[in-house]
Structures are given as C-alpha cells and as structure tokens.
C-alpha cells in the first residue's frame, strides 16, 4: 500500500530489482531534465546531463548508506554535470548565444488547442521567450538557486546542501536571482510585464 | 529595518522560508506598508510569469539511450562481478552443482536454440546427460536445501546479489505448457517456499512469469542469463534464470477495496422501517469499466450497485415548488424473479441555471506524486481539469494546491475569468516524489477557509489515485480531519484517477466524510462527463444530508431488501436525528435506489425468524386503515447552508404497481442485476447476462451520450470474463 520511498527504490534497484530503476527514472526524468534544461539554455545539452545523472546511478555512485537523500544527490550531480557543461562551454560561447538567441529551431511551446484563447496565446508565448532570454541572462549561480525554488520547489534546506552552501546564502542568492529578473523582465518588455515595470 | 533590508525576507516570507520571528515582521511590513505590498504581488507575478515556461519533455529516443545505455553498463558490471570475487565463484559452483539437472534439462529443451557463446570458460558437467535427467525428483529437491546450507552466509548474500542482477531475460523458449514433472515438482515446493522469505529453494526459482512481464516493460532485449559450465568435453552453456533476492508479489497490484457484505431481506413484521442515506457517487461503475475493459474480473468488494445504478441518468422530472428535488416511485415485478416486486425509488435535483448559481470558491488539491506519473492520471487530470477551466465564470474563484513530499500552494484564490493563468498552472504540472496527502488535504481546506464565501459554494476538489502514505495518513484520523472541517461549510469532491495503487475504499470514505461525492474517472469520456456535462451536480450541492426511510405496510409485505447502498444503511433512530451525516444531492443529480419487495402473499420462507417472545403477551393486530397501501416513503434533508432539516413522504399504494414498466425502470433494474451477477449475489435468481442485455437493449432509449450502450458491451466483456456457472447459476441452483 505505501508508495515506495526514491532510497527504498535505489536499495531494491542496487539489491537487482531492475524495474526499481524504471521507476526511477520515470519519477526523476521530468525534474532533472527540466532543472538542466534551464540552466544551461538548450535541450542537446540537458539531455547529456540528464544522461550523466541516470549512469552515475547505474554506476553505483549514490551509496546506500549516505544520509543525504536522494532527490538532493540527484539534483547535485545534475548540478556537477551542468557546471561541467557550461565551462566547456566557456570556449564556444559565441557558437551557443548565436544559436540560442534564434529559439526558433526547438520545439519551446506546444500550444494546447483551445480556439478562443489565441490572443492570450501570442502574449503567453512572448511571455515565455522573455523569461528564457532573461533566465538565459542571468548568472548561473543565481539561476540554480531560483530554478530549484521556482521550478523544482525544492525547499532552502535542500538547495543549500545541493548548492553546498549555507540557508542564509540560499536566501540571498534566491532574493538577488528575482531582483534580476525583475528588471530584466520589466526592462525587457515595460509592456507585457507591467505590473511589475513599477518598482 | 529599511526597506531595503526587508526585501530578501518578503523574498523568503513568498517561499514560506522565513522564521517565526522574520513571519512577524514581515507580515506587520505587509499591514503596514505600501511599498511591501506592493514587492509582495510584484514577487508572485514574477513566480507566475516563470511558469509560463512550462516543462519540457526530454526526447523520447533519449530516453531509451539512456536506459539502453544503463542496461549494458549493469550487463557488463554483471560479467566482471561474475569472474572475480572468489566467495562468487564457489556460490556459482554450488549453484551449477545443484542446477545442474534444470540446467541439462532446459539445454536439450531448447536444443538448437542455444547457441554456445564465444570466449567463455570451458567446463564440464558433473556426470553426463542421462544420469542427471534420472534424478529422482525429491532427492533433487533435498539436495538443492543442503548444498545451500553449505555455503556460508556471506557468500551465499553475495551470490544472491550477483544473480539477481541478471534477472531480466527474454524467455523465447520452452512454453508452459511442455513443463516436465521435474519442473512440475520444482515449482511447487518452490510456490510452498515463496511463502516463508528465508527458505533456500526460492533461490532457484526459474521461469517466473512475472520477471518475464518485467522484462517486456523494458523495450530491450538482454542476452538471457548464461552461465559456462567448467568441463573437460568443451565449452556448454547453459541458461538459467536466477532469483530475485525475496519473492516478488506478483504484478504489485495493490489496489484496495472493502469488503461489503450484501443487505439481505428483512421480514416487515420484524423490520417495518429501512433508514439509509443517499449515494450519488459514480465511481464504481467507472472503475469497473476500468477492470472490465482491461480483462479483468472485477473485484467482489469494488462493485457498489448503487453507484453502478446511478451512474445512469433518469429522465425524472423536474422538481415544482419549493422542494429541491422530486421523488419519484415506480413498482413492477423484479425482473429476475417474478414472484418478486421491485420498487425503484428516484430522486431529481433541481437544475440551476446560470442566474441562480451560487458564487463559488473551489479549492483545486491535486496529488503530483511519482504514482501520478502514468498517461491515466496526471496527463488525464490535466485534460480533465483544462476542460472544466473552460466552464469556469467570474464568480468562480479557483485555487490549486499540489502536494508531493510536500504540500504547495500553487494559485491562491483567481477567478475564473483569468484563464490563462490558470491554465498555465495546470501546464506545469509534473509529477514526483512520495504522496503527503493528509498534509495536502489540511492545506487545502486551509486555503478554502481563508477564501470562504459566505452562502456561496465552498469546495476542496481533490484528484488523486489514494495512495496516501506520509503524516497523518491513518484513515481514521484523516477522516476525522474532514469530519471537522465539513463543519465550516467546506465541500469536498473526490475524484479517483489510475489504477494499481488505487484506493478506492479510502477515497470512498473521504468523500463520504467530507459532504462530498466521488468519481473515478479513467477516460477522457469520463472527465468530460464529470468535469463538463454534469459539472454542476460535480460543483453545486443543493441539498445535504439527504436520508430515506421507508416504512413498509406487513399487509402487503413480507419481506424486503435494499439493493446496494451497505455502507449507507443508518438506524431507524438517525432518520429525524439532524446530527447525523448523510448524503449530498447536487444540482440536476438523480439519484435511484431500487427495493425487492417479496409480497405478503408469498409463500416464500425469508429465514431468521425467532422464537415467539415468553414473557409478553402477543399484541392483538390492530385493524387500521392504509390496507391497500405497499410502503411510505419519507425523506429528510438540509438546504447546504442550514442545519435544521425538512421531511417530504409520499406513499405507494397496490394500484400504482404497473405491469408496463417504464424504460428507467427496465434500465436500472438492468444495471442491478448486472451488479448482482458481477458480485455473484446469492439473492440474483434467475439473473443472466442475457436477459441483462435483452432489457438494456431494448431500454436503451435516447442515449445521447452513448451511456447506456456502453452499459450493453460491458456486459457483453464481463461475460465472456465471469464464469458460466455463475450466470446461470444452473450448478449451484440448491447449493445455498
């Protein structure tokens, strides 16, 4: 009747109950890809990280016995993995931003098909690409902590040990991550984002 | 403390992340301060405007790198840990010594098939072919039990956690059917042994069908399992198929039903009154299409034939003055034993119309655990809700709370005009972690206090596949939860997605609890049907606490029974008692119960008769009046915002008993005898399937939605699933 914990799962999947795996994999996918999605700004690139993650568990690199959960391991070596990517990235930066700024090429939106909303739509959309350029923008430390808040909704005690740092950092750099995007959103477009363009 | 400072706290006061202390401040800031406000909503709109980038989905063939890429790093892992460590070895040793007759036996049995694989070691066989098949049976068996004794403990957990490693292997060969007495041997000491954990035998469990069910959930193909076996004759290989390290209950189905035992007739003389509450709950009958539709007998304890029977809309009329519902009631000759009468008791709610819709404050609680992950729940959900959102008018404020590990208010209080914002929350759904859903139902509620409108409608919608697991995740103490807070005037809708982990007794009592209803919905059909067509029975209660009681005249009666409703039987006392919960009715519901009446005349032995009492004298029967009449119906109810209920009572007399029953009548009563035939009742007759279809086929009536007809091809799955004998119940006619 219990729905099995993430560490009950790894135990069983590490004692060679392999649908254990599956459903790891089926509950961390969305998240971890998402998570690496939004921080290092393409697809191909969270997809290898996501990659990273699932082989570090095959590997058996989580153990057992730690303490720490295993949400927490997972979005950490998803983190590793994303720092990795950007440094190598570093090297080919004007190839990615040429390539990220079009947006065009991935598939970013699918819109749901609800005729009379097509006007709300285009704002939506516009909406959407304003919010990835400015998170695109913004500097990674900032950005993993708020993704993991906004996004993943982990809580600060969870993105401290994820981020290795302390609760009270957490909450700067969460802090200092939405005044950023508040004025990169606001100066973006005054218009689509209005009501917060005031302050 | 300048604004400047107070900033990062309202920034963690929005996450919920601030101290007790930092609470206060910030909040006195927020009574206090313009400016705060104003940096408070400016902080939530910017969470809003994030979450207009909704998830993506990695690609799927990613996906299956991923896994593929993860099995060929475990197969190779499995290789390397196979050839070194030395207490492995010698468990493979003992292993083969005492596999060694399944192993020849499934090699000459797959004859051709295996083929020999390159580069692995070269070992011989204790004994050759013929000797090995020639062992007796038990002595196998024993042998097995004692050479794993020898092994000591330590190598023995290592060997098993090697093994089991392998699990997965694609059985293309030797079908069940060719098993040899051997093998018929084997498995059953083996399917003894599956009962105590500790044995040793579980070890060689071989060809289970399950792990080969596992095996096909990944869409790949491993190698099966192969061992070389040291000889001096050459390279054999041999398969075999090791055990997981505990038995595996079979298909992790863990679904939960109740167990319900059926009213039986009751003798008027003993019993005149019959006190129940009403049930405008649907979900059995989807969750028995589910089952049906999916091959399955459904479970005894999953069939509620009230909720089969209202599943299906009467065409009562609509209720004239001041009462918010009608009643209507038609008597006719049962149809699955004709000595029988049946009464069919209706009750029409009132439709409201737009004008006349109350304001409403609903509370959306959605479960997005790991177990909401399948194509049938979240994904469904969504579907379902983004169809109901379409529906949503101003006056119709919505809030979403998620929980998962835990509880987190996702929309606070919009209204239905803004859409959009609410559809996009809906977007970002994605499911993950373990199910906090007592936390999550504490919030919700929380939600609606706080956003409660007085005389409006009041409701937490809670959508869940029921597998509550952390908190206060008693049923008791959840149920005393909602008792406490239906209290305030909250309502609560159940609705029940999935299957598997689905806990349908659980949601049943939630909704039951909370002055609510519950459905399942397993199709899109369904959500449209809850969620879009019948939305305003989904939302709008119009009357609450509903209860009937029906007195029966013993000049015509001998003997009844209440058709379903076993979980909502209430003492002759609770009927004028206010205090006592009941059903809800919701705008345009119909509600059917339907009673088998054995008549007066009757010659039939109803049994549970007592002695005749010793120490009072008989009462003489008093001649009254009302001879002609069958029974009087007597309902209480509330209107959802008053405590005090009003009584409507209407009587039945011998001539309104029609030989011509009407196309709701021949329906329901269809539906009944369906349910009665799926719970193999023991008071169903002659009830068969045929007959069944003959009547639902010819009341099939309008249909408009394809309802009724897709009543008719369940009917026609579950024969085909339900055992002959039992629809006839020709064998066990005198059985009982």
């Known amino acids: 009747m219990n729905q099995r914990s993430d560490e009950q799962l790894i135990r069983e999947y590490y004692g060679g109950q392999k649908e254990s795996f599956t459903e790891l994999f089926n509950r961390y996918k969305l998240p971890l890809f998402n998570f690496a999605r939004r921080i290092l700004g393409n697809r191909a690139d969270a997809e290898d990280a996501l990659s990273e993650v699932f082989m570090a568990i095959a590997t058996r690199k989580y153990t057992i016995e730690s303490t720490a959960k295993f949400s927490t391991w997972a979005y950490t070596v998803t983190r590793n993995a994303c720092l990795t990517c950007l440094r190598k990235q570093r090297h080919t930066l004007s190839l990615w931003r040429k390539r990220d700024q079009g947006q065009g090429e991935e598939e970013q939106w699918q819109l749901p098909d609800q005729g009379p909303l097509q006007s709300e739509q285009a704002v939506l959309k516009e909406k959407v690409l304003a919010v990835q350029t400015a998170l695109q923008l913004m500097p990674v430390n900032l950005k993993e902590a708020l993704v993991l808040r906004e996004y993943q909704d982990l809580s600060y005690k969870d993105i401290a040990q994820v981020l290795g740092c302390s609760l009270d950092n957490v909450k700067i750099l969460i802090y200092r991550g939405r005044e950023f995007l508040s004025n990169h959103l606001s100066s973006h477009d005054p218009e689509l984002f209005g009501k917060e363009g005031s302050l | ?736």
């Open chain 2, 1 to 736: 403390m300048n604004f400047d400072e107070l900033k990062p706290l309202i920034s963690a006061y929005v996450d919920g992340e601030t101290s007790e202390q930092e609470t206060r401040l910030v909040e006195a800031a927020l009574d206090s301060s313009e400016e705060a406000r104003q940096y408070y909503t400016q902080l939530k709109a910017i969470s809003s405007d994030l979450h207009t980038w909704q998830n993506e989905n990695p690609s799927s063939d990613v996906e299956l790198k991923i896994q593929r890429e993860v099995f060929k790093k475990e197969g190779q892992a499995m290789q390397r840990k196979q050839l070194l460590p030395k207490g492995a070895t010698i468990a493979v040793a003992v292993l083969i010594m005492v596999s060694a007759p399944l192993v020849v036996q499934n090699y000459l049995k797959r004859g051709t098939q295996s083929h020999p694989v390159k580069g692995m070691i070269t070992a011989g066989l204790p004994g050759d072919v013929s000797q090995t098949t020639a062992y007796p049976v038990k002595g196998t068996v024993a042998d097995a039990r004692h050479a794993s004794q020898v092994v000591d403990e330590k190598d023995k957990l290592k060997s098993r956690k090697d093994l089991s490693g392998a699990a997965e292997t694609k059985r293309q060969y030797a079908p069940n059917y060719l098993k040899s007495e051997y093998e018929v041997a084997r498995d059953a000491s083996i399917n003894l042994s599956s009962q105590s954990p500790k044995s040793d035998q579980t070890f060689f469990r071989a060809r289970s069908k399950e792990t080969a069910e596992t095996a096909k959930e990944f869409a790949y193909t491993t190698t099966a399992s192969m061992i070389a076996i040291p000889g001096k004759d050459g390279d054999r290989v041999a398969y075999y198929e090791p055990l997981l390290p505990y038995p595996v209950e079979n298909n992790f189905n863990t679904e939960q039903y109740d167990d319900q035992v059926e009213n039986e007739f009751l003798k008027v003389t003993e019993n005149p009154l019959s006190t129940f509450s009403i049930d405008v709950d649907t979900a059995s009958y989807a969750n028995l299409r589910r089952l049906l539709n999916s091959q399955q007998t459904p479970p005894v304890g999953a069939v509620r034939i009230e909720e089969m029977v209202n599943y299906f809309v009467y065409s009562y009329p609509q209720p004239k003055g001041e009462d918010p519902f009608s009643v209507n009631i038609e008597v006719g000759k049962a149809p699955w034993k004709t000595d029988h009468l049946l009464a069919k008791i209706g009750l029409q709610g009132k439709t409201l119309t737009a004008d006349t819709l109350p304001e409403s404050n609903l509370v959306f609680l959605i479960d997005v655990s790991g177990s909401m992950e399948d194509s049938n729940k979240l994904p469904l959900l969504k579907t379902g809700f983004k169809m109901l959102v379409q529906q949503l008018r101003p006056e119709e404020m919505v809030s979403i709370v998620t929980y998962a590990g835990n509880a987190g208010v996702l929309l606070d209080s919009v209204s239905g005009s803004d859409k959009q914002r609410i559809m996009s929350a809906i977007d970002q759904l994605s499911a993950g972690g373990s199910t906090a859903g007592a936390q999550g139902i504490l919030t919700a509620y929380e939600l609606a206090a706080k956003n409660l409108i007085k005389g409006g409608n009041n409701r937490v919608i809670l959508a869940t596949d029921g597998d509550f697991n952390i908190g206060v995740s008693n049923d008791s103490e959840l149920v005393k939860i909602i008792e406490e807070k239906r209290k305030q005037g909250i309502f609560l809708t159940v609705l029940g997605f999935g299957m598997g982990n689905y806990k349908d007794s659980k949601m049943e009592k939630l909704a039951d609890k909370g002055n609510g209803n519950y459905y399942y919905i397993d199709t899109e059909r369904e959500a449209k049907k809850v969620l879009v067509r019948e939305l305003g029975s989904t939302l709008f209660t119009i009357a609450k606490d509903v209860k009937l009681q029906i007195e029966f005249n013993p000049s015509q009666v001998k003997a009844y029974r209440l058709i379903g409703y076993e979980n909502r039987m209430l003492a002759k006392e609770d009927f004028n008692d206010d205090t006592k919960d009941a059903g809800e009715l919701g705008a345009g519901h119909t509600v059917t119960a339907l009673y088998e009446i054995i008549p007066a005349s009757s010659e039939e032995d109803v049994g549970g008769s007592v002695d005749a009492l010793k120490y009072q004298v008989p009462q003489a029967k008093p001649e009254i009046g009302y001879s002609d009449e069958v029974m009087t119906v007597k309902l209480r109810y509330k209107k959802p915002d008053e405590e005090i209920s009003k009584l409507i009572s209407q009587s039945v007399t011998t001539a309104q008993i029609t030989e011509s029953p009407s196309e709701d009548f021949q329906f329901s009563s269809a539906v009944a005898e369906f349910g009665m035939l799926l719970k193999n009742s023991k008071h169903k007759g002659n009830a068969s399937f045929e007959d069944v279809l003959k009547r639902a086929r010819a009341a099939q009536g309008k249909d408009e939605w394809g309802y009724r007809a897709e009543l008719i091809d369940l009917v026609q799955k579950a024969q085909t699933l339900v055992p002959e004998t039992y629809t006839t119940g020709y064998g066990f006619k005198n059985a009982e």
